[in-house]
């Protein structure tokens, strides 16, 4: 029995665990790619403003962050912009936007961990649907009743629980992975920021 022929018996469940399954591959992919492209981009952006800051060429600094496009890049960019302000309301600013830029950070994360209960659910659906059909068979056929139509529920049963394990498992894998990857990255975007902001105001050169 080829691929396509075992999803088929999986019954019309198979076909929104497949279309979870495709969402689930799209968002791990691209989450991915966006962390490791920000995660090379933020540490160039570092190393130019610090070198910016120490010759106090603010212009310099504005164009890096303009340059790299981060989460990070806007919040040093709100705070360079902002310097003469005094310390407590530029603190308030920055602290602001940070609020504002980490959605970027768990952008389609919620949508990943809600396929891995849903895809689960379904497998769980397709195992109910699946038995139900095979006892309707022993119920009306004598005792063993038609068996291909018996391995029919059987097999439906069994293929949606399958398919829904092997989108959910991958998902809650990856979610958990993101949901850390989005911590440390508050993280290092604050102590970043701080850092910034103490040389902004003077008190660390």
Not at 12 to 34: D, M, S
Not at 115 to 142: D, E, M, Q, R, Y
């Amino acid at each position: 029995m080829n691929l396509f022929n075992t999803l088929k018996a999986g019954g019309p469940l198979i076909i929104p665990i497949i279309i979870c399954g495709i969402i689930a591959t799209f968002i791990i992919i691209e989450r991915c790619v966006y962390f490791h492209t920000i995660k090379k981009r933020d540490e160039k952006l570092i190393q130019n403003i610090n070198s910016s800051l120490a010759v106090g060429d603010y212009e310099a600094c504005a164009v890096a962050c303009a340059e790299c496009d981060t989460p990070l890049s806007q919040v040093l960019k709100k705070a360079i912009d902002s310097r003469r302000l005094e310390e407590r309301d530029l603190r308030d600013l920055v602290e602001a936007e940070m609020d504002f830029v980490i959605p970027h950070f768990e952008h389609f994360i919620t949508p990943l961990g809600t396929i891995s209960n849903i895809s689960t659910l379904l497998g769980l659906l397709g195992t109910v649907t699946g038995n139900i059909k095979a006892f309707n068979v022993l119920g009306s056929g004598g005792s063993m009743g038609d068996p291909a139509a018996l391995a029919t529920g059987i097999s439906e049963a069994l293929i949606t629980t399958v398919a829904g394990l092997i989108v959910a498992i991958p998902s809650v894998i990856f979610h958990n992975y993101f949901v850390s990857r989005v911590n440390r990255r508050i993280v290092e975007m604050e102590a970043h920021v701080t850092s910034v902001v103490l040389k902004l105001t003077g008190r660390v050169r």
